[in-house]
């Protein structure tokens, strides 16, 4: 059953890619440009998983983490934090914050379906 995932990446390439992956895999995309549009987006849609980049403007993906776990709407939803600057210390935060998964750039199509596949 198709699920609606939010993909949420300053960068239009990577957004264009990670919404080809999610469409590969069966379900619907809906775009967010950073943190703050992305709770626009969780307020105005219904949203099975979250897919997020860490180094957005406004509202970076842990902000975007801490607020959506702070939310009695929307700390159930499972989070996919995909960054470049993937570490031993980010992940610990990421974790900390509340993120499901958290994965380095470049992602496989077949490896975030999977990923996608064991949250939702």
């Known amino acids: 059953m198709s ?6 990446d300053d960068c239009d390439t990577t957004r264009k890619i990670l919404t080809y992956m999610v469409k590969g895999a069966g379900h619907s995309p809906v775009g967010a440009i950073n943190g703050l ?4 987006k969780l307020a ?3 949203i099975s998983l979250v ?7 406004q509202m970076d993906g842990f902000e975007l983490v801490e607020s959506m776990r702070e939310n009695p709407d929307l700390k159930h939803i499972p989070i996919i934090m995909i960054t470049t600057e ?8 990421g974790k900390d914050a509340g993120v499901d998964i958290f994965m ?5 199509s ?4 999977y990923q996608i596949m064991k949250l939702v």
Not at 104 to 108: G, I
Not at 110 to 113: D, E
């Open 44 to 46: 105005q849609n219904e």
């Open 86 to 93: 993937a570490d031993a210390l980010k992940e610990e935060k």
């Open 104 to 108: 380095s750039k470049p992602v496989t």
């Open 110 to 113: 077949k490896w975030l379906s």
């Open 51 to 57: 897919v997020t980049d860490l180094n957005m403007p």
């Open 3 to 8: 699920k609606n995932i939010l993909i949420v």
């Open 37 to 40: 549009d992305a709770l626009e």
